[in-house]
């Protein structure tokens, strides 16, 4: 054969020089990985390791192997070449068998074959030292081992050892004691039901064990909180999760849930006093100039041109705010309708707590043209305005933040903003306010 | 219900000690079963069988209970008879059939025809130059053991390892042998 095309690319070594035993030598799982009949179809990697563990593999998947084109091919010599080793070792047991050599321990001269002869079950039980097997004669054990290596059935049954059994389910420690009937009497008791598995049964280290652990991993968490720096805790602004792809359309805000204007809610955030306000998507190519002043010198532009999406055929917009009970069926009532002059306006009627559809058209070139729906809830939460009352009133110098970012949290994204625009200018209010939703 | 009272009730046919002996060892059964049979309905089946075993096997006085616990006895019974029922199924998926009208010679000869042999040392020859490609230490590996026929134990201490390690250590090169030898079939269909 060719030394050159023994180079292929999938061409591997054998084996990695000096690999370290790293792995015991009997493990509770298969020595061979397992796969599902669909990956050898698809997978001629998945393939390639099913051949190279052909003898631990399911006869499912086997039969699969053997009935494919290519692999059955490789299937079958590669089995041929396993049992032209082990014949191998049947001719060398029969010719020590013929030779007299039986190996160390053997007692007397035995028929040539007499190594090839199949032990019984119990026998390879006990070679591979099943639970409660009891020990096997050296010169027995020996035969075995030879046999081992020319019989591969024998060779798999025994494999098929070197998994665990399972743990037994048993009932409780009240059933030892229980009187043992007398078989030799001649009258059978009658044995009591079976007991069903209660939860108070499991021994008690099972449950505590698990809860000491537990226990201790709050304890650690809870110091290592204690004692980190109060700078961790100091407020930050909202952020927004990435999303890929696009959810927004041109009805921005209110977006689901928004508190309800009440004197309450005046008192203790005087921004959050103003009716509620509806937002439109400003136009896209509505920018500022700055913006772009501030990359130039990055990137040498000169003088950009910008440009303003183009609002010739915009004549007006309208803005409709209906009415649901929340249900799915249920059909809604229009409440309010009015026209903006901008694309922020304020409801010109208070909403109670309930749930409500907006909706708003412009109009372009003498036709509507809807920009769509979005649903929003005004709910009165006297336990959260309790929450947002005591940060407010904390005292603290960022309270505001805080608030603006336990209202983001809580779902209340409307009144957030609209308290963040009540403060003062900041890089991290500014982008807060900036960020489009659903983008 | 304690080991000795079950197998009193599996003696006299209790339905609760027959239901307790299913429920309690199922996982057990099935433990052994899954390892001889993959298919699910041959489970079934086979779970019967070494069932229907364990009661003869119980009737028949075969569980001592000062030789050890039920359950180890029973994962002794059940794997035992697993062996025996899949040799069984083994022997008679491989009938020697003769043809109808053929003369049956006095005394068949049971050694490979030319085919076979010729077969045969192809495929030798392909094993030998494998093990031509790999380690030393798997060379000698798969030499003491199929050549010369040593057992794991003398092996492990011509090498200077233990049992499990030459068990471990024997499979390795094993699989690295058939690394090598798919290879070459690749090689060879290539060729072709």
């Known amino acids: ?439 | 219900m304690e080991e000795l009272e079950l197998v009193a009730g599996l003696r006299a046919r209790h339905a609760e000690a027959v239901q307790t002996l299913l429920e309690r060892y199922r996982s057990l059964f099935f433990h052994c079963i899954g390892s001889f049979e993959s298919d699910a309905s041959a489970r079934e089946d086979l779970h019967q069988e070494v069932v229907l075993y364990v009661l003869e096997r119980i009737d028949a006085g075969s569980f001592d209970a000062e030789k050890g616990s039920f359950g180890t006895w029973l994962y002794r019974v059940t794997w035992c008879r697993c062996v025996d029922l899949k040799r069984k199924t083994n022997s008679r998926r491989t009938p020697k059939m003769t043809p109808v009208g053929d003369k049956v010679p006095e005394r068949p000869d049971l050694g490979p025809g030319p085919g076979d042999e010729a077969g045969t040392e192809e495929i030798g020859g392909l094993v030998r130059r494998g093990m031509a490609h790999l380690e030393e230490e798997d060379q000698l590996l798969l030499t003491l053991r199929y050549v010369d026929g040593r057992t794991l134990v003398e092996i492990g201490e011509e090498i200077g390892i233990s049992v499990e390690q030459t068990k471990y250590r024997l499979k390795r090169a094993a699989t690295s042998l058939r690394r090598v030898l798919l290879n070459d079939f690749a090689i060879e269909e290539a060729v072709r």
Request: negative net charge; proline residues 10%.
């Open chain 1, 1 to 439: 054969m060719n030394e050159e095309l023994r180079e292929i690319p999938d061409r591997q070594h054998p084996l990695p020089p000096a690999t370290p035993d790293l792995e015991a030598a009997m493990k509770n799982t298969s020595n061979g990985p397992r796969f599902s009949p669909a990956d050898l179809q698809n997978d001629p990697k998945a393939a390639h390791d099913a051949l190279l563990h052909w003898d631990v593999q399911s006869e499912q998947i086997l039969r699969l192997l053997a009935q494919h084109p290519e692999h059955g091919g490789r299937l079958e010599k590669l089995q041929r070449a396993d049992g032209w080793l082990r014949q191998r070792a049947a001719d060398t047991i029969v010719s020590r068998t013929q030779d007299g050599d039986n190996g160390p321990g053997s007692a007397s001269p035995t028929a040539p074959d007499a190594g090839l002869a199949c032990p019984t079950a119990g026998e390879l039980y006990d070679f591979a030292s099943g639970p409660g097997s009891e020990p096997l004669p050296r010169d027995r054990h020996l035969a075995i081992d030879r046999h081992l290596a020319a019989c591969e059935s024998c060779d798999s049954f025994v494999a098929t050892l070197a998994i665990a059994p399972p743990a037994l389910l048993l009932l409780g420690d009240d059933e030892v004691g229980v009187s043992v009937p007398a078989v030799t009497t001649g009258t059978m008791p009658e044995p009591t039901p079976v007991r069903h598995v209660s939860g108070h049964r499991f021994p008690a280290r099972r449950v505590l064990i698990p809860l000491a652990a537990a226990a201790a991993i709050v304890l650690a968490i809870g110091v290592w909180r204690a004692f980190q720096p109060v700078t961790t805790m100091r407020a930050v602004w909202p952020e927004a999760p990435l999303l890929r792809g696009e959810t927004a359309d041109a009805l921005v805000w209110p977006r689901g849930r928004v508190l309800e204007r009440s004197e309450a809610v005046a008192r203790l955030a005087p921004a959050l006093a103003s009716a509620i306000l509806f937002e439109l998507e400003a136009p896209m190519f509505e920018l500022e100039a700055p913006m772009f002043e501030r990359a130039a010198p990055m990137f040498e532009l000169e003088a950009p041109m910008f440009e303003r999406a183009a609002p010739a055929g915009s004549e007006s917009s309208r803005v409709q705010v209906l009415r649901t009970a929340g249900g799915a069926f249920d059909v809604p009532t229009t409440i309010a309708e009015w026209s903006p002059t901008s694309s922020t306006s304020a409801s010109p009627i208070p909403l109670p707590a309930g749930h409500y559809t907006w909706k708003a058209w412009t109009r372009e070139r003498g036709l509507d043209v809807e920009l769509g729906s979005r649903d929003f809830e005004v709910v009165h939460d006297a336990a959260l305005l309790r929450e947002l009352s005591a940060i407010l009133e904390s005292g603290d110098e960022d309270a505001d933040v805080r608030a603006v970012a336990f209202l983001d949290a809580r779902g209340f994204r409307t009144d957030a903003r609209v308290l963040a625009r009540s403060l003062p200018a900041s890089p991290g209010r500014d982008a807060y306010l900036g960020r489009a939703p659903g983008r």
